[in-house]
């Protein structure tokens, strides 16, 4: 992790340093601390996932990579180059979609993407970049009547246009519905597979558990986290997640679940209570979960609800910060 | 053709072309309006014969008297009658009878007034026998020209110029920052100096058509003269078209919402629409504020217009005006350039 900065001012074209190099950076706007003090390294190749709450920093931390925002304190590597010196290069060399960004709509797609590559002096012909966003029939098509896959998906050509080495992808799939995301990460994919470096934030888990090799957690303006998905997953203790909820009108227990019966069997790490819902991280679910049923019903508890599933980043952060990824 | 295509000051123009002409209330404005202005303009002055006036006498003899002359219409009224509807207007004068003499009542503020207390006394002293002293004939002029609606066609032609460049940019740059395109631009490669070039480029290929379209139109229903050189007309037209767009630029840069943007307009243009002289001369305002009327971008325009449509004047004679226009379209540029906000 720390042959980067052994050699700082190595050539930048054919290095092999990392193509995404953050050290001790700082962001403030007026009194609030967006991003307080970050150091990353995303190696060529990589898709490297942000993840976090609305207001973590994500989106000033992308923006200070992409050279939109600069940055307070510490220093910003792209490539080997930084934005002071060699910012027309960069722009260049990197693709960006930002957050809601609205194209003229009385444009067609094929308009648009036209214009985007003209800035660029090398990169994919104009068809190409239709194909891969696989926006063929909506070719000749205004920007106004596309649907918000389709326009996302245009933002994705936009930022590819240029044949970027580094991709900067900023919540590509909020606000679409649950097909248009597989189709997004269906896209991604196919560019991670072509050897480009991505960097994407998102607040949704499982894209980044579905899309990233590595993902960095972050919250309040700092990274709290730092691994590849399972690593994550591992930290939480238990690779599975159990939830129930019982009836309150029981005479005997008034509802209240006795918790210490609980962590004391074998397998079970951990019990929160959210909104009435238990949460419990356990591993060897084919053993715990007749336990759990045996110690609730000594309580004289009566089961309402019942599940399981598998250990998310979401159950990572919710282990770190004790809040749900979505609360605000 | 191919160099072209990849051109990006080509395809930024190429793109704020289409993005106009994809816009229809923007052709509304630009081409049918100033025309509808013109036509409506042109039949509410049309030539015609002087008003008559009215007017109105205490005794029958003098409203005879009145009558005789071509340019009064005379009616009987006693003296409390009289007043009272020359208080509401409806008469402009009232000739009353005194022992021996003759008092006239009238507003001698009102030109129309002061008019027909000059033909009343010249009906009344004729009627009594006045002899002319030096005999004189009328020789009329309704001369191309020199009529209200040659006057008018290069002040509406300064002032669409005005309106078209000011709206068509402030309104597509306040757009694209609140829609964040402006952030998506500058996070490309492109030169920022293209994209608001790109606007100039873009307004003078829609100048041609407005203006073309609009002049055309006067001529042919007007009979509108061109005494100047056409090439001239077209050089001032491009001039002032674009410190008009500079100006645009200038209001855009910072504004980050339309109300914003069109606060800021208003307070730009509305001056120029009072001051500027578009439908009667700016040298009517009083000589204290004639230098800030003389200096404003549109006063400067409207002028060098009229002297070449109306009087021939050739560009070199007017330089003033046009260094006037150039040092509109320079300071703001540059000064935009500075300070534009693309986020």
Redesign the interface.
């Known amino acids: 992790m720390t042959e980067a900065i052994t050699q700082p001012l190595s050539p930048p074209k054919t290095a092999a340093g990392p193509s995404l190099l953050l050290r001790g950076v700082r962001k403030a706007f007026a009194d609030v601390q967006a991003v307080d003090g970050i150091d990353l390294e995303v190696a060529r190749g990589e898709c490297f996932g942000l993840l976090g709450p609305n207001g973590a920093g994500k989106t000033t931390t992308i923006e200070m990579c992409e050279g939109l925002t600069p940055a307070d304190q510490g220093t910003i590597e792209l490539l080997g180059l930084n934005w002071h010196s060699n910012a027309a290069q960069l722009r260049q060399r990197i693709g960006i979609q930002l957050q809601e960004t609205q194209f003229p709509d009385k444009l067609t797609v094929e308009e648009t993407l036209r214009m985007f590559r003209s800035f660029f002096s090398q990169g994919i012909p104009v068809e190409e970049s239709i194909r891969t966003a696989q926006l063929e029939e909506k070719r000749k098509s205004r920007v106004g009547g596309l649907s918000g896959g389709q326009k996302q998906r245009l933002a994705m050509a936009c930022a590819l246009v240029g044949d970027p080495e580094l991709l900067f992808l900023d919540e590509p799939t909020t606000g679409l519905d649950p097909q248009a995301r597989r189709h997004l990460w269906d896209l991604v994919d196919e560019l991670k597979q072509a050897g480009r470096t991505i960097i994407l934030t998102t607040h949704y888990m499982d894209e980044a558990q579905r899309l990233c090799d590595r993902v960095a957690i972050m919250d309040h303006g700092k990274i709290i986290a730092l691994g590849t998905p399972q690593q994550l997953i591992g930290t939480v203790g238990g690779e599975d997640i159990v939830e129930f909820a019982v009836s309150g009108i029981d005479p005997v227990s008034h509802g209240i679940v006795d918790t210490a019966p609980l962590l004391a069997l074998p397998g079970i790490h951990s019990h929160r209570v959210d909104a009435g819902l238990h949460q419990l991280s356990v591993s060897e679910l084919h053993k715990s979960v007749p336990a759990i049923f045996a110690a609730l019903a000594d309580q004289g508890l009566h089961l309402s609800e019942f599940r399981t599933h598998s250990a998310t980043l979401e159950d990572v952060f919710v282990r770190l910060t004790g809040r749900n990824l979505r609360d605000e | 053709m191919n160099n072209l295509?990849?051109?990006?000051l080509?395809?930024?123009t190429m793109?704020r072309f289409?993005?106009f002409l994809?816009?229809p209330e923007a052709i509304f404005w630009i081409f049918v309006f100033p025309i509808i202005l013109a036509a409506g303009l042109g039949i509410a002055f049309r030539n015609r014969p002087a008003d008559v006036l009215q007017v109105a006498a205490t005794t029958p003899q003098l409203t005879q008297a009145l009558a005789a002359d071509k340019g009064l219409t005379a009616i009987t009224l006693d003296e409390s009658e009289g007043t009272h509807q020359l208080a509401t207007g409806q008469i402009l004068l009232l000739a009353i009878q005194k022992p021996g003499s003759i008092a006239y009542k009238y507003d001698d503020t009102n030109p129309d007034a002061r008019s027909a207390r000059l033909l009343a006394d010249r009906a009344i002293q004729t009627a009594a026998g006045r002899q002319n002293a030096v005999p004189a004939a009328n020789d009329l002029i309704h001369e191309t020209g020199s009529r209200y609606i040659d006057f008018v066609v290069p002040g509406l032609l300064g002032m669409n110029l005005m309106g078209s460049a000011m709206w068509g940019i402030v309104f597509a740059l306040v757009e694209?920052r609140q829609?964040?395109?402006l952030?998506?631009l500058?996070?490309?490669?492109?030169p920022k100096w293209q994209y608001l070039a790109s606007f100039l480029l873009s307004r003078l290929a829609i100048l041609i058509i407005e203006v073309v379209f609009f002049l055309g139109f006067a001529r042919l229903t007007f009979g509108v003269p061109f005494r100047g050189s056409l090439w001239e007309l077209c050089l001032l037209c491009l001039i002032t078209s674009l410190a008009f767009s500079a100006l645009g630029l200038l209001v855009s840069s910072r504004a980050k919402t339309m109300e914003a943007a069109s606060g800021l307009m208003n307070l730009v243009m509305l001056p120029m629409w009072i001051l500027s002289g578009v439908f009667f001369s700016a040298t009517r305002f009083p000589a204290i504020i004639q230098p800030f009327v003389q200096a404003l971008p549109l006063t400067a325009a409207i002028e060098a217009m009229r002297g070449n449509m109306l009087q021939g004047i050739s560009l070199s004679h007017q330089l003033g005006k046009v260094a006037i226009l150039l040092a509109w379209f320079v300071v703001p540029f540059t000064i935009s350039l500075r300070i534009f906000r693309w986020?």
């Open positions: 295509e990849t051109s990006s080509y395809q930024l793109v289409k993005l994809r816009e694209a829609k964040k395109l952030k998506r500058v996070a490309s490669p492109m986020r």
